[in-house]
Structure formats: structure tokens, C-alpha cells
């Protein structure tokens, strides 16, 4: 009996010291990579999924020239129209990839660029609309061979 509660208690001292060497749930749940772009490029405005298509290949075989193409519903008219889209990466050492003026005349709006990228990570684009608000999508990119590397 003696035997069974020692090895018990050993037992419960193991599982205690390997609970304690285990990332709290707070560090385990990740913040959000982009949340502090966001911030700045929005001013705080709240963020909505939707309207926004990211259109990029799943695979690229270098980050070097990624094709992407991004585009937003609006009717492009002087009432409702989109005055800016925002690409950002999430592991690029510079984050801010480019931001696209669009106006009621551009005729619709989209965007089509090539984009380095550092290893596979998360695209969002940002749409800033007329009327104030913000809209984004984003793409999964597996990157074979990164770009972009941050050497200094």
C-alpha cells in the first residue's frame, strides 16, 4: 500500500513539473500578426471579411515574383467606390507591401502586381472604401524558396 501512494505521489509531482513547463493557454493562442498594421493603416476603423478576392497560386516555386491579383466589388461609381487597397504580408521583413490609390474613374476595382515573399505565410489585402469603411480577404502562399531574406 505503502508502495502504491509513493509511486502515485511521484506520479502527480511528474505531471505538476511537466504542467509547469508547458506554454500558458495566452501564449499558446497567438495574436493576431497583422493587428498592429491594421492599426495604423486603418486608424482603428474596424476591419470586415468580405468583398475583397485575393487571387494568388497556392504554391510559388520562389518568393521572388509571386503573381497576385486582388479585386473588390464595387459598382466604381462617384457615390460608392473604392479609394484604396493595401497589401500586407504576414513574415515579410517590411510588412507594408504597397498600398494602390483607386478613384470612381479607374472603372473597376483591381489590381494585379507580383509580390516578393519571405517563406510560406498569409496575404491580406485591405480595401478602403468610400463611404469609410474597410474590407479584406486574404490568400495562403507556400513559398519553395523564400525571398526577402533579412541578412543585417
Given amino acids: 500500500m505503502v ?8 506520479t502527480l509531482l511528474a505531471s505538476l513539473a511537466a504542467a509547469s513547463l508547458l506554454p500558458s493557454r ?21 476591419v470586415r471579411l468580405g468583398r475583397v478576392t485575393v487571387d494568388t497560386p497556392r504554391l510559388a516555386d520562389n ?6 491579383t486582388v479585386s473588390v466589388e464595387s459598382p466604381m461609381t462617384a457615390a460608392d467606390h ?8 504576414e513574415r515579410n521583413p517590411r510588412p507594408l507591401m504597397a ?12 489590381v494585379t502586381t507580383r509580390v516578393r515573399l519571405n517563406g510560406t505565410q498569409r496575404v491580406l489585402a485591405v480595401a478602403h472604401v468610400s463611404d469609410g469603411s474597410y ?7 507556400e513559398v519553395t524558396e523564400s525571398a526577402c531574406l533579412d541578412l543585417g
Fill in 3 to 10: 508502495a502504491f501512494m509513493r509511486r502515485r505521489f511521484v
Fill in 26 to 46: 495566452a501564449a499558446r493562442a497567438q495574436a493576431d500578426p497583422f493587428a498592429d498594421l491594421l492599426k495604423k493603416v486603418t486608424g482603428g476603423a474596424t
Fill in 82 to 89: 473604392v479609394r484604396s487597397i493595401t497589401l500586407l504580408s
Fill in 99 to 110: 498600398t494602390f490609390h483607386l478613384g470612381p474613374k479607374t472603372g473597376r476595382a483591381e
Fill in 63 to 68: 518568393g521572388h515574383s509571386v503573381p497576385l
Fill in 135 to 141: 474590407w479584406s480577404g486574404t490568400a495562403e502562399v
